[in-house]
């Protein structure tokens, strides 16, 4: 993509142009500590659009607005967006920006003014889906939450650094097959959905982009909760190259009680955390063995009602 478009050929949309302009009006410098890059193309926010299937009754959320480029093409297609924005000068002019180049669809807009892992509640209906250009720093932990925190978002594509974009999308046996892997699966059907050259942002990363797009689906039948199984894969990951007996030996209580976890889960005690699906690590936490001083309170709780 090269950076000839410009505003009026974007229409409503931003161009390199309108981006510099609307910056330096507002004093803007993208941080690096926020992991700002703002894109200035339109054809690539019509295409992450497309590529979203954000559709006419869709509610999108969007995290991290930025000077609004994405936002604009979003409210062109989906029903309503709403927008996360945790800076203060770009949420302060946001409404703005979306009110003088779509005044016919402001009324579809609303900015949330927080940062993204504090939220719990967004106004309006309820999100369908989440569609976002993730500051690299923080995507992973930003993209779980939202995940966790509204289950009705059903389709979710998010621009994220294109080394991110493969952990998120590896499958097991996968080199960098890892903890956001095995997590964001639990929620969705991951796959990589396409790349995105430097040139389109503003100023230009200096790492290329990927996008990945996660379709909701329900999670794997467990016994076990959510934070049980996510304590297994963290355990499992913080020592990768040991074996699960070494590695989840401090989550169990020992080497023989991780042991006993994983034959019970049916998983070999040699077998590594990358070999290992959603599912399994779900088998493993059902499986995990009582902490013998849970056990002798237990034992202690019994003898004391059968006196």
């Known amino acids: 993509m090269s950076e000839s478009t410009t505003g009026d050929e974007s229409g409503p949309l931003l161009g390199p142009a309108d981006i510099r302009e609307l910056a330096a009006a507002l004093g803007v410098r993208p941080t690096k500590q926020r992991g700002q890059n703002f894109v200035i193309d339109a054809n690539t926010v019509r295409r992450i659009v497309r590529t979203a299937d954000v559709r006419p009754d869709d509610t999108v959320v969007e995290v991290g607005p930025g000077l609004g480029s994405l936002t604009l093409a979003l409210l062109e297609a989906a ?46 209906n309820p999100p369908t889906a989440l569609v976002a250009n993730l500051p690299y720093n923080v995507a992973v ?40 892997s095995v997590k964001a699966n639990w929620y969705a059907e991951v796959k990589r959905a396409g790349a995105i050259g430097r040139n389109v942002f503003w100023p230009a990363p200096n790492v290329d982009s990927g996008l ?16 049980e199984v996510f304590a297994v894969v963290d355990a499992a990951f913080a020592q ?29 005690p040699k077998a590594r955390g990358e070999a290992l699906t ?19 309170n237990e034992q202690q709780d019994e003898q004391g009602s059968t006196r």
């Open 240 to 268: 990768r190259r040991k074996t699960l007996r070494a590695a989840l030996a401090g989550w169990a209580g020992s080497a023989a009680a991780a042991e006993e976890a994983l034959v019970g889960a049916g998983i070999s």
């Open 141 to 180: 932990p930003v993209l779980l939450h939202m995940l966790a925190t509204f289950p009705t978002i059903e389709r979710t594509l998010v621009m994220v650094q294109s080394e991110v974009a493969d952990r998120l999308a590896a499958r097991p046996g996968n080199k960098v097959y890892g903890v956001p």
């Open 79 to 124: 029903d309503a967006v709403t927008a996360v924005e945790i800076d203060d000068v770009l949420a302060a002019a946001l409404p703005a920006t979306v009110a003088a180049r779509l005044p016919q669809r402001a009324d579809r807009f609303a900015l949330v003014h927080s940062d993204a892992m504090q939220v719990t509640e967004l106004p309006g």
């Open 212 to 227: 990945v797009s996660l379709v909701r689906r329900q999670p794997p039948e467990t016994t076990a909760s959510r934070a």
């Open 278 to 296: 959603v599912e399994e690590f779900a088998r493993i936490a059902e499986h995990k063995p009582k902490r013998q001083n849970e056990q002798q």
